[in-house]
Each structure stands twice: as C-alpha cells, then as structure tokens.
C-alpha cells in the first residue's frame, strides 16, 4: 500500500514562509497530477495548487502570487512554497498524487499549518 507522507507544517507568523514536502513511500507508476489541498474547520476543502503533466500549473485565487508548487523530475515528491503567509491560510494542508487513466488517487494524512496574526 502506497503512502503518502507529508512534511512541513507548523505555526508560523503571519507574513512567514514555509514549505510543504509530501514523499510517497515507493514510486507509484503512471502519476501525472499532483495537488496540495487544505481544510480549515467547518470549511469544505478546497484545491490550493496543482501540477499536470507538460508543467502546467493551477493555483487557487487566494495563494496565487504567494504560492508555487513544485515536484521532482521522478513524480514522486510534491513541494509548495508558501511565502507571505495570511491567517486565513491556517488549515489541514492535504497532498494528492492521480494516476487519471487507471483511476487512482492517493492522499496524504494532512499536515496542519497555523498562522498567527
């Protein structure tokens, strides 16, 4: 059974910086869209940044500028840089890895960020 690991999280202040690592356990064949989610209690979560095959690149509205999402050149590690942190930025931060054509999706166990005002 794959993992996803998750590394990163933490309180910071706001205006600070921090950067999320997520590692799967071995290297998961045909992963081609990797993701950060978040969370914040009684919120629904919502998509932060994503990475597709051909480099392509999302970000949510509220991160964009501030954040970027990164990989490594095997598909088996997902980073996000987060800068210039906000309170509102505080939530479970969750990683996800797709394989789209088989149907898989695999899900880190979360890792919290809080951001002090």
């Known amino acids: 059974q794959v993992q996803l690991v998750e590394s990163g999280g933490g309180l910071v202040q706001a205006g600070g910086s921090l950067r999320l690592s997520c590692a799967a356990s071995?290297?998961?064949?045909?992963?081609?869209?990797m993701a950060w989610y978040r969370q914040a209690p009684g919120k629904q979560r919502e998509l932060v940044a994503a990475?597709?095959?051909?480099?392509?690149?999302t970000y949510g509205d509220s991160v964009q500028g501030r954040f970027t999402i990164s990989r490594d050149s095997a598909w088996n590690t997902l980073y996000l840089q987060m800068n210039s942190l906000k309170p509102e930025d505080t939530a479970t931060y969750y990683c996800?890895?797709?394989?789209?054509?088989?149907?898989?999706?695999?899900w880190g166990q979360g890792t919290q960020v809080t951001v002090s005002s």
């Open positions: 996800n890895f797709r394989v789209p054509w088989r149907g898989d999706n695999y």
């Open positions: 071995r290297s998961i064949s045909g992963v081609n869209a």
């Open positions: 990475v597709r095959s051909g480099g392509t690149t």
